[in-house]
């Protein structure tokens, strides 16, 4: 269900790219023969019918690619602009290197002359692809309360929040447990329980958390040490430190 839900929002990224790219050739196109039809001779432009095609072609393909790097780079815990910026340098630097070269090969032009007459409209047209991907497509405006961001091999996959049984503390990892499956996330624990609702996850330990959903019981050892009893079976430590607060919320739930 997950990866179905990842698959159809990169599908979701390439028909927006599709479609948006397909109205504007088609607009630029017609806008141009219109006005060849109105003007006389000598004012006309005179293009080849599929002039705004060759020219945004391009812009089909990297349009999804600067989407998937975008949420690529919005996934890690503590996103920076700079890496915004080197993205947009990126695809600036693809879109102006083709268009230097299509324009050399098949229309002789020089290619100074091309990267000044592309250098205006290509920026703008990066701006626009970051506004729409920030307003539609941008995964993490996803509910935060809802879903949690993991690692599933190569893939970053959606996991529900009530699905996730307790998380634990691995180096530079957290794993996040489910009844069926773990999966790990690059983020610390502390990073990972503030974006966690914290009337349903707690701390239990500074290694731990917990889904108080996910708890059966409170088991007392004769010593006075307290372990929680997941619904799954599975024993998790409650450390002094935490011991009040837990006791608290379970009994409250």
Not at 170 to 183: D, I, L, P, R
Request: aromatic share 12%; charged share 15%; with cysteine.
């Amino acid at each position: 269900m997950i990866m179905s839900a990842f698959s159809a929002h990169i599908k979701k990224e390439w028909l927006y790219s599709s479609l948006a790219w397909s109205g504007v050739i088609l607009l630029l196109t017609a806008i141009n023969s219109v006005h060849d039809l109105l003007v006389v001779p000598e004012h006309r432009f005179n293009n080849h019918p599929f002039w705004a095609l060759q020219e945004w072609a391009i812009w089909y393909l990297l349009t999804p690619i600067s989407f998937r790097l975008l949420n690529q780079l919005h996934s890690q815990e503590k996103p920076k602009s700079r890496p915004y910026i080197l993205v947009f340098m990126v695809i600036f630097c693809c879109s102006m290197s083709y268009q230097a070269i299509f324009d050399l090969f098949f229309y002789n032009d020089k290619i100074p002359a091309t990267l000044v007459y592309f250098a205006p409209s290509h920026p703008m047209v990066i701006g626009v692809i970051m506004i729409v991907w920030h307003h539609f497509l941008n995964q993490h405006t996803l509910p935060a309360t809802e879903t949690l961001l993991v690692d599933s091999g190569k893939d970053k996959v959606w996991v529900p929040l009530n699905d996730i049984m307790h998380i634990n503390s691995a180096s530079n990892y957290v794993e996040v447990f489910t009844s069926n499956k773990t999966y790990l996330k690059r983020a610390t624990l502390k990073g990972v329980e503030q974006h966690l609702p914290s009337k349903q996850f707690i701390r239990t330990h500074r290694c731990h958390l917990i889904n108080l959903n996910h708890v059966e019981r409170l088991q007392t050892s004769p010593n006075g040490s307290v372990t929680i009893m997941m619904k799954n079976g599975q024993p998790i430590n409650l450390s002094k430190t935490y011991r009040r607060h837990v006791k608290q919320l379970c009994n409250a739930a």
